[in-house]
């Protein structure tokens, strides 16, 4: 069955750099059609999108943060990567990620990780 | 950027009642929207998709409608396990959600 699950630390200081993993279960990101987002929720808030990685390669960033963010696949591992810059208390929420299908042009994302939740602060 | 809003924010309600939960977009948004179920401390579950589109398992119970930029979701007869956050996302340009509406017993 599909599954995601994502990994990182649950505790970063402020102005370092944020890597988080998810690894994949149940499809490949080498499948032609697949997507991967990331997505986090702070607390108490709603779901904010951050980006998105596609089987050929085209990457999508949430316009806001698109200069502190990098996504990237390892297909070999099947495993897609975010790293966020600069990180700020601000930053704190539960950190998803999301298999995302369907429609070429207008994807929707079907199944979710379990979440990791990551801390900013000194 | 493309704005969701939901109302209710937070809705009471008895096991078997009827529930509709309303999600409006700033722009047009055609069929692009899904409904998403949250519980405490879990991740969204996909309810709908493509406005009405049920998910897989997803019991049938539950129904969506709508188009262009108003869009429901109804639960026709809310269950012990139902009560929950719900959220609407637009997937017309990138990805928005609605601040969700709790449904919390009554």
């Known amino acids: 069955q599909v599954t995601l699950k994502e990994s990182g630390p649950a505790l970063v200081n402020p102005t370092q750099t944020l890597t988080l993993t998810c690894t994949l279960s149940?499809?490949?990101?080498?499948?032609?059609?697949?997507?991967v987002s990331w997505i986090r929720q702070a607390p108490g808030k709603a779901p904010e999108w951050l980006a998105r990685?596609?089987?050929?390669?085209?990457?999508f960033y949430n316009t806001s943060l698109k200069t502190r963010l990098t996504i990237s696949k390892d297909t070999s591992k099947n495993q897609v990567v975010l790293t966020m810059t600069n990180v700020d208390p601000v930053d704190t929420a539960t950190y998803y990620c999301?298999?995302?299908?369907?429609?070429?042009?207008?994807?929707?994302?079907?199944?979710w990780g379990q979440g990791t939740l990551v801390t900013v602060s000194s | 950027d493309i704005q969701m809003t939901q109302s209710p924010s937070t809705l009471s309600a008895s096991v078997g009642d009827r529930v509709t939960i309303t999600c409006r977009a700033s722009?047009?948004?055609?069929?692009?929207l899904a409904w998403y179920q949250q519980k405490s401390g879990k991740a969204p579950e996909l309810l709908i998709y493509?406005?009405?589109t049920l998910q897989s398992g997803v019991p049938s119970r539950f129904s969506g409608s709508g188009s262009g930029t108003e869009f429901t979701l109804t639960i026709s007869s809310v269950q012990p396990d139902d009560f929950a956050t719900y959220y609407c996302?637009?997937?017309?340009?990138?990805?928005?959600f609605g601040q969700g509406t709790k449904v919390e017993i009554k």
């Open positions: 493509q406005a009405s």
């Open positions: 996302q637009q997937y017309n340009v990138y990805w928005t």
């Open positions: 999301a298999r995302t299908v369907g429609v070429n042009s207008h994807p929707h994302h079907d199944f």
């Open positions: 722009q047009t948004i055609s069929s692009w």
């Open positions: 149940g499809f490949s990101l080498s499948t032609s059609g697949m997507r």
């Open positions: 990685i596609d089987w050929d390669e085209n990457k």
